[in-house]
T-cell receptor
Framework: GIQVEQSPPDLILQEGANSTLRCNFS?????LQWFHQNPWGQLINLFY???GTKQNGRLSATTVATERYSLLYISSSQTTDSGVYFC????????????FGTGTLLAVQP | DTAVSQTPKYLVTQMGNDKSIKCEQN?????MYWYKQDSKKFLKIMFS???????INETVPNRFSPKSPDKAHLNLHINSLELGDSAVYFC???????????FGPGTRLTVL
């Protein structure tokens, strides 16, 4: 089955710093989503981005489907950005089964 | 307004018991899912229903039985609970079986 790898596994930032999180996948995908799991465990949709670039405030994401990777950019990080960031992909086929990556644990320090 | 809700939020029970987790979505979506997040934060799909019909059934012990009484509800019943069932269980929904998935707040199950 499709493999989804995220890097780095852990990241510590000072408030105000910028960061880039990466998601590599081993096969072509029809769907890619980025999620933020906050310290309370809630999974929050960030982007639905099977290809191209999207921006939402301080966050933006780019997926290059032909090269099988996606990037999540966080600018001017805040302590509320702390948590685990997951990318999840859906491979081709008839069913919408999301395969999750291993996550990046982000800690933003004041 | 809560889009995808789950009850209970926390569930602590003894080994061997039977328990249920309920999920409801008010988004008018056709497809609903159950995912399991283990202690290492790894998330994996368990089941998916589209218009009350089972479309995904991963390799899950048959002690786990999903039930969808209507499009807005997908419940998860677990028989003979084991220690290894301790995890956070997330319900999700999407407009159809190809669209963006939205997740509920999760149910933390602890089996003692």
């Amino acid at each position: 089955g499709i493999q989804v790898e995220q890097s780095p596994p852990d990241l510590i930032l000072q408030e105000g710093a910028n960061s880039t999180l990466r998601c590599n996948f081993s096969d072509s995908v029809n769907n890619l989503q980025w999620f933020h799991q906050n310290p309370w465990g809630q999974l929050i949709n960030l982007f639905y981005i099977p290809s191209g670039t999207k921006q939402n405030g301080r966050l933006s994401a780019t997926t290059v489907a032909t090269e099988r990777y996606s990037l999540l950019y966080i600018s001017s990080s805040q302590t509320t950005d702390s948590g685990v960031y997951f990318c999840a992909v859906r491979a081709g086929g008839a069913t919408n089964k999301l395969i999750f990556g291993t996550g990046t644990l982000l800690a933003v320090q004041p | 307004d809560t889009a995808v809700s789950q009850t209970p939020k926390y569930l602590v029970t003894q080994m061997g018991n039977d328990k249920s987790i309920k999920c409801e979505q008010n988004l008018g979506h056709d497809t609903m899912y159950w995912y399991k997040q283990d202690s290492k934060k790894f998330l994996k799909i368990m089941f998916s229903y589209n218009n009350k019909e089972l479309i995904i059934n991963e390799t899950v012990p048959n002690r786990f039985s999903p039930k969808s009484p209507d499009k807005a509800h997908l419940n998860l019943h677990i028989n003979s609970l084991e220690l290894g069932d301790s995890a956070v269980y997330f319900c999700a929904s999407s407009q159809n079986d190809r669209d963006t998935q939205y997740f509920g707040p999760g149910t933390r199950l602890t089996v003692l």
